[in-house]
């Protein structure tokens, strides 16, 4: 199972092309700049403003980061903090990825998230998740709650079991495989330096 994370989902086109758009402008930068910043293609940009591509979470991140913001101020520009904010656990917006080997859950609002993420992962028996290199600086760290795992980042390999921590570069490509015999559950915090 190969799937990055960062390529999963993907936000309402039309109304971050505006969103985009109303911030390139503010800042006075043309396309190219922007795209320097993000490391987006200038193209893609386009795209986006003009509401003709869905960009995913990489993306959208990307542009964010460029501007200064975090990911929610990006795609929800009123929306405003409540004193108390509740992710239920049969929320399918919350659900990340779920097929038959992984089902990943995020546990942190999106429009708060900046410079941290935080899910949960479960993997069935023999599964495993596969991600290329996130941004430069991006760490995460894995705490096995049920199950065995082996965390391979870049030529490093290491098995850790229940109530164990790993904590690793991801900004090289990384491995988490369920080693044991039954469902791996874990909870995963990606940071953003």
Wanted: glycine share 8%; charged share 25%.
């Amino acid at each position: 199972m190969s799937q990055p994370i960062e390529n999963e989902g993907g936000f309402e086109s039309s109304e971050l092309g505006k969103r985009v758009a109303e911030l390139r402008q503010k800042h006075k930068l043309t396309l190219e700049q922007v795209a320097t910043m993000s490391g987006v293609s200038r193209s893609m940009l386009s795209q986006i403003e003009r509401g003709s591509a869905n960009p995913t979470l990489a993306v959208t991140f990307r542009i964010a980061r460029a501007f200064g913001i975090s990911v929610g101020e990006l795609v929800d520009q009123d929306w405003e903090s409540p004193n108390v904010e509740v992710i239920r656990g049969d929320d399918p917006k919350a659900q990340f990825r779920a097929d038959e080997e992984c089902r990943i859950r995020t546990l942190s609002p999106l429009h708060t998230e900046k410079n941290i993420e935080f899910y949960e992962v479960r993997l069935t028996a023999g599964a495993s998740l596969e991600s290329d290199a996130h941004f430069d600086g991006t760490r995460e760290i894995l705490t096995v709650v049920k199950g065995e795992a082996v965390v391979e980042s870049g030529e490093t390999t290491t098995t850790i079991a229940e109530g164990d921590s790993a904590y690793y570069r991801a900004d090289v490509a990384h491995t988490v495989r369920n080693t044991g015999g039954a469902e791996l559950h874990s909870f995963l915090v990606v940071t953003y330096n």
